[in-house]
Nanobody, 115 residues
């Protein structure tokens, strides 16, 4: 069973930073793209950022200039560096990965931005 496990969430003050990690049980050399999403209860799951095997990236307009997505194909881990966090970004954050044949999701990690 392929698993993605997010970590690095927690409580941070407005304007603070967190670095989320996504540890994959499959080699990232097989992963065409990895993405980070966030979803509040009762809301849709929205794309934050995505990175391809070749390193090209896409960011949601709301996080451009503040968030950075990265992947380490040797460590089989993806990352999301989040800077200047805002209270409205308090929600669950999810990692996903696409291979040629499958799409995988992690279980999420909670981020709370509050004074």
């Amino acid at each position: 069973q392929v698993q993605l496990v997010e970590s690095g969430g927690g409580l941070v003050q407005p304007g603070g930073s967190l670095r989320l990690s996504c540890a994959a049980s499959l080699t990232l050399f097989s992963v065409d793209s990895m993405g980070w999403y966030r979803q509040a209860p009762g809301q849709q799951r929205d794309l934050i950022a995505r990175i391809t095997r070749g390193g090209s990236t896409i960011y949601a307009d709301s996080v451009k200039g503040r968030f950075t997505i990265d992947r380490d194909n040797v460590k089989n881990t993806g990352y999301l560096q989040m800077n200047n966090l805002k209270p409205e970004e308090t929600t669950a954050y999810y990692c996903n990965a696409y291979t040629t044949n499958e799409r995988y999701w992690g279980q999420g990690t909670q981020v709370t931005v509050s004074s």
